[in-house]
T-cell receptor, first 114, second 115 residues
Framework: DTGVSQNPRHKITKRGQNVTFRCDPI?????LYWYRQTLGQGPEFLTY????????KSRLLSDRFSAERPKGSFSTLEIQRTEQGDSAMYLC????????????FGSGTRLTVV | DQQVKQNSPSLSVQEGRISILNCDYT??????FLWYKKYPAEGPTFLIS?????DKNEDGRFTVFLNKSAKHLSLHIVPSQPGDSAVYFC??????????????FGQGTRLTINP
């Protein structure tokens, strides 16, 4: 068990470009979460999956954002037509369905939109 | 609408003394509370949690206290060690019995332990 893995660790992109991030959760975990963290703030919930089903999406997840977990294993988060306001750390986490001990987070992907 | 607030952006404590980090929440529907610790360039790491049916939970040097009437929780670290220097996030959830779902985080408090 190598924990939650996120790739890439850093991404610099030009405004208007599309970007895709990948998250590989802990293999036994059936829940997967995406959060976004901006400077000086705590993580903000974006969406979560139970197996391959996307169960909840935040209003922060605009139409330009889409997340998938096609086989209930890894997940991708895509941002289309990036804007400077999308610059943030994107965190992925995973857990069991009944997890009284919280999630396990990955190290995150830092996105910079220039 | 900041439902979970950590009003102290930073805290400095001498090694060996007690560190007390505070957190306030506004949503009375929250029934589970967690503390995470974050080092630079790493994701948050779960530290300790407490259910709303309890008022105290202890794990080694870490104790979390919950005051539901005041909608306030605190994390006590005794004794504080240099390795405790990190950013600490308070988080809250609803319906934890159904599994950890959406967590609402505070802004974080940067704790520095001085030798």
């Amino acid at each position: 068990d190598t924990g939650v893995s996120q790739n890439p660790r850093h991404k610099i992109t030009k405004r208007g470009q599309n970007v895709t991030f990948r998250c590989d959760p802990i293999s036994e975990h059936n829940r997967l979460y995406w959060y976004r963290q901006t400077l000086g703030q705590g993580p903000e919930f974006l969406t979560y999956f139970q197996n391959e089903a996307q169960l909840e999406k935040s209003r922060l997840l605009s139409d330009r954002f889409s997340a998938e977990r096609p086989k209930g294993s890894f997940s991708t988060l895509e941002i289309q037509r990036t804007e400077q306001g999308d610059s943030a750390m994107y965190l992925c986490a995973s857990s069991f369905s009944v997890a009284a001990y919280g999630y396990t987070f990955g190290s995150g992907t830092r996105l910079t939109v220039v | 609408d900041q439902q979970v607030k950590q009003n102290s952006p930073s805290l400095s404590v001498q090694e060996g003394r007690i560190s007390i980090l505070n957190c306030d929440y506004t949503n009375s529907m929250f029934d589970y509370f967690l503390w995470y610790k974050k080092y630079p360039a790493e994701g948050p790491t779960f530290l300790i949690s407490i259910s709303s049916i309890k008022d105290k939970n202890e794990d080694g040097r870490f104790t979390v206290f919950l005051n539901k009437s005041a909608k306030h929780l605190s994390l006590h670290i005794v004794p504080s060690q240099p390795g405790d220097s990190a950013v600490y996030f308070c988080a809250a959830s609803r319906g934890i019995l159904g599994g950890a779902q959406k967590l609402v985080f505070g802004q974080g408090t940067r704790l520095t332990i001085n030798p």
